[in-house]
């Protein structure tokens, strides 16, 4: 467990890069905002949460598997996670900013396809340039 890091992770490094090669400027990891965004837009008012998975519990996803050894604690453990999530969800709406969280599993279906990285980008990119047009969150 030591060797499992909460920033700068291969999945958000990815998206950072994607995000800044077209033209888009960001902070990472704001503290100021509830639930510390791995990724701001302060321009566009957008905070841009890469989850994983495993911890977040991606629905349907063959990655959010339940360890077999001290199942209690790992689904007490997620139990927490998923309740954190949705509480910084609704305060980061009633403040005002829009949100978009972008699961592991999606960036390595990025990486590994490039048609379906172009998709994903032109959705976070319409997202984050009319938001007037679009949803106040989404999930990728």
């Known amino acids: 467990m030591a060797a499992i890091h909460g920033r700068n992770t291969k999945p958000e490094q990815y998206l950072r890069h994607e995000l800044f090669i077209r033209g888009f400027r960001y902070r990472n990891n704001v503290s100021y905002i509830c639930g510390h965004p791995d990724i701001y837009l302060a321009k566009y008012n957008i905070a841009i ?36 999530d949705r509480k910084v969800r609704k305060e980061i709406l009633k403040n005002g900013i829009r949100y978009c969280v972008v699961w592991e599993c999606t960036i390595r279906k990025m990486a590994a396809d490039p048609s379906y990285n172009r998709q994903i980008m032109n959705r976070i990119n319409r997202l984050i340039r009319h938001p007037n047009d679009r949803p106040q969150s989404i999930e990728f």
Do not use: I
């Open 49 to 84: 949460f890469v989850n994983g998975c495993f911890w977040h519990r991606h629905k349907g996803c063959k990655d959010a598997a339940v360890p077999k050894s001290h199942a209690e604690f790992w689904n007490e453990k997620f139990r927490k996670n998923v309740l954190r």
